[in-house]
């Protein structure tokens, strides 16, 4: 080959070597965006092929073009696969995503029955609060129903005596609507230390450990016991005990 044909090659295989490398300059760029680190590295071993191609002789710029289109098919190869490991990729976080809205959806189905559970118990708690607020405004009353039952049981001006009974009327009505009744336990009941409180055993013509008498009323709601009737307690049956000494005198006699 004369030394003319061989600049003439070596220029067009220069022509071929600059439109081939802006090709692939263009095409490693478009990869870039899209491809991963290891494409990213493939197009950085392109830029430095095409700056050995530019001294190489002309046999080493054939083998140069050839390995440079192989690259070339390789990167593109590559970048198709990438488009494919990018649907799997998002099939993958999909799944993920799905798996995680799942997680949330049962954190956020907790997160509901707590709350709802919260609301039962608070408002079990301010009905409890109610209820005791509603205890003891009544259990500071009797104290005044005591007043008023002692203050009949006075004699004196029968125009008081008719306000004040009126007054106990009403009291008792008010305790009524509030679901209070009274403990009063009849003589000769059992004593139910719950619900009576024994102030004294007194000789009584009721069978022994038995109610005698009520010293004062008690009240409950609701089923609890706001406060304790106050009782005395049978020793055991007086009347009888005399009766048996009066037959045992006359019999002496």
């Known amino acids: ?35 991963s680190a290891a494409v990213t590295v493939e197009s950085e071993n392109v830029e430095d092929l095409t700056e050995r191609i530019a001294a190489a002789s002309e046999e080493e710029v054939a083998r140069e073009i050839a390995s440079l289109r192989s690259l070339v098919a390789d990167l593109e190869a590559r970048t198709d696969g990438e488009e494919g490991e990018t649907e799997a990729t998002t099939e993958g976080e999909a799944e993920t995503a799905a798996e995680q809205i799942e997680e949330l959806q049962s954190k956020l189905a907790r997160k509901q029955a707590d709350f709802e559970n919260f609301k039962k118990r608070m408002n079990r708690q301010r009905a409890q609060e109610r209820e005791r607020a509603t205890e003891d405004l009544v259990t500071r009353l009797l104290g005044v129903r005591d007043d008023l039952a002692r203050a009949l049981d006075q004699e004196g001006d029968a125009e008081i005596r008719g306000g004040v009974e009126s007054t106990l009327e009403e009291f008792d009505r008010v305790l009524d609507d509030e679901g209070v009744s009274e403990i009063g336990p009849e003589p000769g009941t059992d004593v139910d230390p719950q619900r009576h409180e024994v102030m004294l055993r007194v000789d009584s013509e009721q069978p022994e450990e038995t109610v005698a008498e009520v010293f004062r009323p008690g009240y409950e709601m609701g089923g609890k016991v706001l406060r304790p009737a106050q009782v005395t307690v049978s020793e055991g049956d007086g009347t009888s005990e005399t009766v048996d000494e009066g037959n045992s005198a006359d019999g002496g006699e």
């Open 1 to 35: 080959m004369s030394e003319r044909d061989a600049t003439d090659a070596e220029e067009a295989g220069e022509s071929d070597d600059g439109e081939g490398t802006t090709g692939v300059e263009s095409e490693a760029e478009a990869d870039e965006e899209s491809a």
